[in-house]
């Protein structure tokens, strides 16, 4: 692997609050241009894990580098390349869209900044929004507002914290077009999401559940490496059906999707009998597992071994 192109190495990373442990020996390598969608449940060390890989946190223990800079050591220098886009919006509301950018730009100490935010502004859209107090924009710009603050530093390194909650499916898909753009120019970008479909868009996938790394790879390998067999039942009263098959002890997960219901277990074959009984009052069609069978999967067994 050409180490110029390795924009993130990291190993046995930990990380305590009060005692607690919030990340234990994680360990990542990113090439650049990638695209690693960070999943787990709320509380499982996701942002932390972030936030120690750009250098916006120091790791207790481990080892590693981003953008050639030691993670424990020159997290400043680190920091001066990474754009940070926060969960909750947080610029400000009561200054204008071009005076919030135009403060961005200072902060980072950029020299021509009427140029470089003149530009964002019309790569994203912001221009006729320019004295328009950002207090009174809608979500989506919002949004578009907040990365394009990320960006005037020209970081090589992007990390968004579940940029996408709560603005509508056109809005996100957009956002994500825009992620993938960055992509092409070579940006790296680590991103926390909740959203199955999004994190199929990520070249990289990380699952993280109780401060522990459960898996990693593309969505294909994750979902080859799975192990699960999965089967979709449809018919009426679909909900007996779950209560049902959650008390057999080869079915692993049952989830709703639409009108239908997801079955999955770890043996094909005990799975294949367990559902018999419920051939003939159902209609069943065998699928691979998707990403979300798989996301349920990988939880429940970090529950289990608790």
């Known amino acids: ?17 009060n005692g607690i442990p919030a990340v234990i020996d994680f360990a990542l390598t990113l090439k650049k241009g990638e695209i690693c969608g960070f999943l787990g449940p709320n509380g499982s060390g996701k942002t932390t894990t972030l936030r120690m890989l750009c250098g916006l946190l120091t790791p207790d223990s481990g080892e590693g580098s981003c953008l050639g800079f030691d993670l424990l050591r020159q997290s400043y220098e680190i920091k001066r390349q990474v754009g940070y886009m926060t969960q909750n919006f ?6 204008t869209v071009k005076e919030n950018l135009y403060f961005i ?4 100490g950029i020299k021509n900044k009427e140029e470089v935010v003149d530009f964002y502004m019309k790569r994203f859209n912001l221009s006729s929004h320019a004295d328009q107090l950002t207090a009174n924009l809608s979500g989506g710009t919002k949004q578009r507002l907040a990365l394009t603050g990320c960006l005037l530093h020209k970081p090589k390194l992007l990390l968004l914290d579940e940029p996408t909650a709560g603005v509508d499916p056109k809005t996100r898909r957009e956002f994500w077009d825009e992620v993938h753009k960055l992509s092409q ?54 909900s007996q059906l779950a209560d049902e098959l959650r008390t057999l002890k080869d079915i692993e997960q049952t989830a709703f999707f639409g009108d239908k219901l997801h079955v999955s277990g770890q043996d094909p074959v005990l799975l294949k009998q367990a559902i018999l009984p419920f051939q003939t009052r159902y209609s069943w069609e065998n699928i691979p597992p998707d990403l979300e069978d798989v996301f349920i999967h990988l939880v429940t067994q970090a529950e289990q071994n608790l």
């Not at 692997?1 to 609050?17: C, G």
């Not at 730009?105 to 980072?108: E, N, P, Q």
């Open 185 to 238: 120019e070579g940006i790296t970008t680590l991103v926390s999401t909740h959203y199955m479909d999004e994190a199929a868009r990520c070249t990289r996938l990380v699952y993280i559940a109780y401060g522990q790394l459960l898996a990693q790879g593309t969505a294909s390998e994750l979902i080859a490496n799975s192990g699960l067999s999965t089967w979709v039942a449809s018919g009426s009263n679909l």
């Open 105 to 108: 730009a200072r902060i980072y």
């Open 1 to 17: 692997m050409n180490k110029s192109n390795i924009i993130i190495d990291a190993h046995k990373l930990n990380k305590k609050f």
């Open 90 to 95: 947080s610029l400000y509301g009561e200054m």
